[in-house]
């Protein structure tokens, strides 16, 4: 293992784990947490609706790659290699996540199922801003599922699905602010769109953000449109 990946976090992407069993690994805490559970929310028969992982198209992955794998975002591929862990001989791709000074290790055989992707090309990406331009569908159900979905589409890797959360959730001026629940959400959504736009224009994340948010600004938005929840999920 390099230097570089011995300091970074590692995750084994493996069915079955990967690791050695001398290995200790730590489970990477979530990116988000959902509100905690309150009095009178649904128990496993009300869980929101989770975006299923879409396997990605097959694809060839080359070291310098520049890749999206769904609960990390934009990474870039160090490294492709055959190794020998825990008595199976797998070639697994080593992606890092400079950002967050982690590295993942997938491998090929498994890249697919994981949701590993290229990115997004502009036609694609373009597509995700036209979602931006639409009006906010905000569904009549409690914030706390609201909040678990918007995340699993975060999580998606989807940046059409990214786009929908940035679309409900934008405030344009003299419009309601956002709670903070809902700014860290929405600031979540934003960082993982940007970070894909940069990789594709060669820029640095925060001129991405910049960009992201002087479209924003653009686009003037008529009231929300109410969508219909579940019956038993309704507010009062």
Do not use: C
């Not at 493996?14 to 069993?21: I, K, M, N």
């Not at 940007?194 to 008529?222: F, M, N, P, R």
Request: without cysteine; proline residues 7%.
């Amino acid at each position: 293992m390099s230097k570089a990946a011995s300091s970074a976090q590692i995750i084994e992407e493996t069915v079955p784990a990967v690791a050695a069993p001398e290995e200790k690994r730590a489970a990477p805490e979530p990116q988000f947490r959902s509100p905690p559970k309150m009095p009178g929310m649904p128990g496993l028969h009300g869980r929101p609706q989770i975006v299923p992982r879409t396997p990605a198209a097959k694809e060839t992955f080359v070291e310098g790659d520049y890749v999206v794998y769904p609960t990390h975002g934009v990474g870039k591929v160090e490294r492709i290699a055959t190794e020998d862990i825990a008595g199976h001989r797998l070639e697994l791709i080593h992606i890092t996540f400079e950002e967050n000074r982690m590295t993942l290790r997938v491998p090929v055989s498994k890249a697919r199922s994981a949701g590993l992707r290229k990115l997004a090309t502009q036609k694609q990406f373009d597509d995700a801003l036209a979602i931006l331009k639409g009006r906010a569908r905000i569904k009549r159900t409690m914030w706390s599922r609201r909040a678990q979905e918007y995340e699993a589409k975060i999580n998606s890797g989807d940046p059409i699905a990214i786009a929908e959360v940035v679309r409900d959730l934008h405030r344009n001026a003299g419009q309601p602010d956002q709670s903070f629940s809902e700014r860290q959400i929405y600031e979540a959504a934003m960082d993982r769109l940007a970070a894909e736009l940069a990789a594709l224009d060669k820029t640095e994340k925060a001129v991405a953000v910049q960009k992201l948010a002087d479209y924003l600004k653009t686009i003037v938005k008529s009231a929300p449109e109410p969508v219909e929840g579940d019956a038993d999920e309704e507010e009062g």
